[in-house]
């Protein structure tokens, strides 16, 4: 009997120790060794390491809250214009009286050889400027007529007339000028701009981007999204009619209080969840949770303008209730007053091929310009007006500019005139935010093909633009993947013919 | 070969490693006789010998390119060899017993070369003035033009700015490319890639290498010199495509309306472009934490200007509180705070009574408040302030005739206050303020509301 008894006794001891050999792994261990890993993951993050502090990563807990630059920067806040597509800087800004002599001559072969188009084939023609120019304001500032009211607010605006980037298609050039990399994955500037100076009001998102035009940008929301930020720096898309914010209205018979005891019991739950793993996105989680709820009261407040006096609306030309430019415009404005950091607006249909009227530079393209004029226009005086011009940077732009040739696909003249998509040279404009007044800075040959003069690149811009916010391009990095990332990685110079 | 020349400015380092070590651990020894480290010893002199033979060897190699002042390159290898030649006997007599006491003054000698040896490699690198001369202040040296029209284009505005950007790496110490920027005859001469400033301004190979993007590796100055301006530039390519003379007065060249206008800025701002003069911010001490964490709590958002600023921005945004109460912790911020937005209904005089100690204000915005001209009385003691906007308020436009007195103030915002006719003799009285008394509007044109369409 006891020799059996042993047995039992052997065998139970033996199989218990199988099962803690093998469970230990993979139960016991889980957690020890996963935050073995996490805390070297963490300790090349920095986290928590020494530069947490007035300089360092932001409170995981108040990712929002407002921090300092590196110096005391001119601009607080930026209204960034997107012009999806690329509109045409032949027809806007860089006036080309010798193109228009040359309009229907053969494009010279030492234009096209070697060079890579998006769509034209073989020999194009030239196509002269489609407008007409004349210069405006004190500064002398070429501006075509299809422009009639940004003519009035020439010297508040500084130009560059040769600005280059190195991709001619949407996407990829849409990535680079708003994350510094053609190729997903990277943080867009409203992020780095968040990340870095937090915002001032925790009751809106510190970045917001607004669309209009009838579709999004072609690189998708990538263009606004926080990379390897933390994802609380991402961009909120609102929209100018229905619910601002998708499903943000409780549902019917939801009461505020259960709201709110529902989110205490999910935050205390993550909570826990973050003090067993130290996942820093718990803590964003937890956070967008909280400003989720307080958007449910202030966002439908400030993206309703229909309290705006009725000389703001004549002003802008908002028609409240409409998915419009000029709506996203006024609201730009109202946000920034709120405290937002970073407004991005992103107006889909400048993309002028010539291939339908839509696209063409004498229809669609007079059309989209008279979308935006007015508004434009409204937004940078009513900024001015309101002492907030001073200190909120807006700039103008598309991902690229325009060839001087017409579109030829396939090697046949498009049916209406257009431009193909052209990386050389084209132009941006930046206003306000400590931004000189009235400066045209850089120049483009006869014709406008290549960069003669002042020749700047998207990554010179962002290193303006984080400048006037008072940082040091070279020093807003994050630690991702074991080295220190930033948003121009290692290009980028300050232009100081326009910045103060 | 050539590589091995190059190898040269790494390969120095290697024997001085060695060698002050050496010094070091024998200096110790002679110090303290117990201690031995004649185990080490030998092995390390003879590693810094071989390595200060090879340091010649490849030393001769690039001292062949001929890119270097032969004055001090001569010095520089003769005092090498010496090294090298000690290095050797210092290893060989620290074998032998017999011959240590005089030791201790070849060491001596061992780390006067190399001391003597370093500078002079120093200098050909760096240039003769690196230790002594402050390289900010050279610019200074650059002597005032009076009238720009009677100055040498080359003398007095080309050559002050090759000398400053150029000559540290194309001068008389050192002569990359074997080319030199210091004075007229080697310009013309130009370097081993062929003449600078022959033809016509844009083959120019100076303005060639000047123009190609900073990342190209041919773009002069190396992008992490100092860069020309764009005006520099623009000077540049005048002079080369005027036939780059090195006598001609700037009144004898023909000039463009462009050229005209950067001579224009030359002048009066000096070759050295103006840095945009940096804003003076005071210091102060850091605020209370405990004041700052309570208004936080109130709904103030409250933002340092830079991480290595005392001084605060004040934005009363989401504050619901009315009671003087948070004003009096406010008032603790009085020496931080440079910027205050209090944009809120409630706002009144008697929250605002002691704003005159907030001595560095230099933005105030109170819009749309019920504040009167009583404030704007407390505002004119504040000698800082850049902006002041109270628009929307109780203010009068005579009440801001007290800002007259306000030096530095460069915008004013007061939109819809009562009493609008006075507003162009306020003007008139604030000859260096941006007054902003009228709302802005912008026109309504038929093609705001119409679209184009297609003609056939």
Redesign the interface.
Known sequence: MSNKTDRLLNQSREEYLQYTTRRHFLKECRTGLGMMAFGSLMGSCDFFGSKSGKNGVPELTAPLMPRAPHFPGKAKSIIYLHMAGAPSQLELFDYKPELLKLHGADCPQSFIQGKKFAFIRGVPTLLGPQAEFRQYGQSGAWVSNHLPHFQSVVDDVSFLKAVHTDQFNHAPAQLLMHTGSARLGRPSMGSWVTYGLGSENDNLPGFVVLTSGGANPDAGKSVWGSGFLPSVYQGVQCRSSGDPVLYIQDPSGMERDLKRASLDAINHINQQSYETFGDPETLSRIAQYEMAYKMQTTVPEVMDIKDEPAYIHEMYGTQPGRTAFANNALLARKLVEKGVRFVQLFDWGWDTHGTGPDGALNVGFINKCRQVDKAITALLLDLKQRGMLEETLVVWGGEFGRTPMQENREGKQNAFTGRDHHADAFTIWMAGGGIKNGVSHGATDEIGYHAVEGKVSVYDIQATILHQLGFDHEKLTYEFQGRPFRLTDVHGSIIKEIAS | MEIVGKLHPLLVHLPIGFLIIGLLLYGWKLVDPTRNFGEALRPIFLLGAIAALLSCLSGLQLMDSGEYDVATVTRHRNMGIALAVVSFLFWFRLGQQSLNKRLPFLAISLSVLLVITGHYGGTLTHGSGFLTVDTKDSKKDRKEIKNIEDAILFGDIIQPILSEKCVSCHGAEKQKGNLRLDDSLKISKGGKNGKTVSGNADDALMLRRILL???DDEHMPPKEKGQL??DEIALIRWWIKEGHSFSLKVKDIPKDSSIASVLKRFQQAGPQ?TE?IE?K?PEVAAADPEVVRLL?KAGI?????????N?LSL?L??LTDSSMRIWEEIRKLREQVVILKADLPFIRDEHLKNIDEFTHLRKI?L?HTQITDKVIQQLSALAELR?V?I?NSHVTYRGLEKLVQLDKLR?L?A?QLTDSSYAQQLQEKLPNVEV?VK???????V????????TK
């Open positions: 993007p900073p990342d301006s764009s472009q945009t804003e911010w936080r958002a409250i933002t340092p200007i830079s991480n290595t600023s001084l934005n945004l989401n915005s819009t902006s906007n628009s915008y915002y939109i902003l709302p802005f509007d912008v026109p309504i044109l093609s705001d509301t119409t679209e184009v369409v297609v």
